[in-house]
Nanobody, 122 residues
Framework: QVQLVESGGGLAQVGGSLRLSCAAS????????MAWVRQAPGKGREFVAR????????AYADSVKGRFTISRDYDKKMMFLQMNNLKLEGTAVYSC???????????????WGQGTQVTVSS
Protein backbone atom coordinates (compact mmCIF):
# COMPACT_ATOMS: atom_id res chain seq x y z
CA GLN A 1 0.00 0.00 0.00
CA VAL A 2 1.36 3.41 -0.98
CA GLN A 3 1.31 6.31 1.43
CA LEU A 4 2.63 9.84 1.15
CA VAL A 5 2.99 11.92 4.32
CA GLU A 6 4.01 15.56 4.27
CA SER A 7 5.62 17.50 7.10
CA GLY A 8 7.47 20.72 7.68
CA GLY A 9 4.70 23.21 7.14
CA GLY A 10 4.08 26.09 9.50
CA LEU A 11 4.26 29.83 9.82
CA ALA A 12 6.91 31.91 8.10
CA GLN A 13 7.39 35.59 7.45
CA VAL A 14 7.70 37.15 4.05
CA GLY A 15 11.23 36.58 2.89
CA GLY A 16 11.66 33.61 5.19
CA SER A 17 12.25 29.95 4.48
CA LEU A 18 10.64 26.59 5.13
CA ARG A 19 11.59 23.07 4.13
CA LEU A 20 8.83 20.61 3.39
CA SER A 21 9.31 16.85 3.47
CA CYS A 22 7.33 14.03 1.92
CA ALA A 23 7.83 10.51 3.23
CA ALA A 24 6.78 7.73 0.90
CA SER A 25 6.02 4.11 1.51
CA UNK A 26 5.35 1.50 -1.12
CA UNK A 27 7.14 -0.42 -3.81
CA UNK A 28 9.17 0.90 -6.72
CA UNK A 29 9.61 4.39 -5.22
CA UNK A 30 12.75 4.98 -7.25
CA UNK A 31 10.73 4.70 -10.45
CA UNK A 32 8.07 7.24 -9.51
CA UNK A 33 7.73 10.73 -10.85
CA MET A 34 6.94 13.07 -7.97
CA ALA A 35 5.63 16.59 -7.62
CA TRP A 36 4.64 19.27 -5.14
CA VAL A 37 1.39 21.09 -5.65
CA ARG A 38 -0.39 23.69 -3.53
CA GLN A 39 -3.88 24.96 -2.96
CA ALA A 40 -4.43 28.45 -1.66
CA PRO A 41 -7.66 29.36 0.15
CA GLY A 42 -10.53 29.62 -2.32
CA LYS A 43 -8.41 28.52 -5.27
CA GLY A 44 -7.74 25.35 -7.20
CA ARG A 45 -4.64 23.20 -7.01
CA GLU A 46 -1.55 24.71 -8.54
CA PHE A 47 1.60 22.98 -9.76
CA VAL A 48 4.74 23.95 -7.86
CA ALA A 49 7.56 21.59 -8.86
CA ARG A 50 8.19 18.18 -10.37
CA UNK A 51 11.11 15.77 -10.20
CA UNK A 52 11.79 12.68 -12.24
CA UNK A 53 14.61 10.23 -11.76
CA UNK A 54 17.51 11.37 -9.62
CA UNK A 55 16.99 15.00 -10.49
CA UNK A 56 17.87 14.78 -14.15
CA UNK A 57 14.42 16.09 -14.97
CA UNK A 58 13.13 18.92 -12.81
CA ALA A 59 10.51 21.54 -13.55
CA TYR A 60 9.21 24.50 -11.59
CA ALA A 61 6.26 26.80 -11.85
CA ASP A 62 7.36 30.24 -13.01
CA SER A 63 6.06 31.70 -9.75
CA VAL A 64 8.62 29.77 -7.67
CA LYS A 65 11.63 29.54 -9.98
CA GLY A 66 14.80 30.70 -8.32
CA ARG A 67 13.24 30.51 -4.85
CA PHE A 68 12.12 26.89 -4.40
CA THR A 69 14.23 23.75 -4.81
CA ILE A 70 12.84 20.23 -5.16
CA SER A 71 14.96 17.20 -4.32
CA ARG A 72 14.71 13.51 -3.43
CA ASP A 73 16.50 11.01 -1.24
CA TYR A 74 15.91 7.61 -2.78
CA ASP A 75 17.46 5.61 0.01
CA LYS A 76 15.14 7.17 2.56
CA LYS A 77 12.14 7.39 0.19
CA MET A 78 11.86 11.10 0.85
CA MET A 79 11.16 14.18 -1.24
CA PHE A 80 11.82 17.75 -0.17
CA LEU A 81 10.85 21.26 -1.11
CA GLN A 82 13.18 23.98 0.10
CA MET A 83 11.26 27.24 -0.03
CA ASN A 84 13.23 30.46 0.24
CA ASN A 85 12.20 34.09 -0.03
CA LEU A 86 8.59 33.17 0.70
CA LYS A 87 5.86 35.52 -0.46
CA LEU A 88 2.38 36.14 0.90
CA GLU A 89 0.90 34.25 -2.05
CA GLY A 90 2.77 31.19 -0.88
CA THR A 91 0.14 30.64 1.80
CA ALA A 92 -1.46 27.34 0.86
CA VAL A 93 -1.78 23.67 1.66
CA TYR A 94 1.18 21.94 0.04
CA SER A 95 0.77 18.35 -1.05
CA CYS A 96 3.11 15.81 -2.52
CA UNK A 97 1.94 13.55 -5.28
CA UNK A 98 3.43 10.82 -7.41
CA UNK A 99 2.89 8.11 -9.97
CA UNK A 100 4.82 5.39 -11.71
CA UNK A 101 3.58 6.64 -15.10
CA UNK A 102 5.96 9.39 -16.12
CA UNK A 103 3.89 10.52 -19.08
CA UNK A 104 1.06 11.83 -16.90
CA UNK A 105 0.41 15.38 -15.89
CA UNK A 106 0.65 16.01 -12.15
CA UNK A 107 -3.11 16.31 -11.80
CA UNK A 108 -3.46 12.74 -13.08
CA UNK A 109 -1.07 11.23 -10.52
CA UNK A 110 -2.55 8.43 -8.47
CA UNK A 111 -0.75 8.88 -5.14
CA TRP A 112 -1.49 11.90 -2.95
CA GLY A 113 -0.61 13.00 0.53
CA GLN A 114 -2.93 14.85 2.89
CA GLY A 115 -1.01 18.07 2.67
CA THR A 116 0.74 20.42 5.09
CA GLN A 117 -0.27 24.01 5.76
CA VAL A 118 2.13 26.81 4.99
CA THR A 119 1.19 30.30 6.14
CA VAL A 120 3.26 33.29 5.13
CA SER A 121 2.73 36.48 7.08
CA SER A 122 3.94 40.03 6.61
Amino acid sequence: QVQLVESGGGLAQVGGSLRLSCAASGPDYSTWVMAWVRQAPGKGREFVARIQGRGESIAYADSVKGRFTISRDYDKKMMFLQMNNLKLEGTAVYSCTGDIRHCLSWNEFIYWGQGTQVTVSS
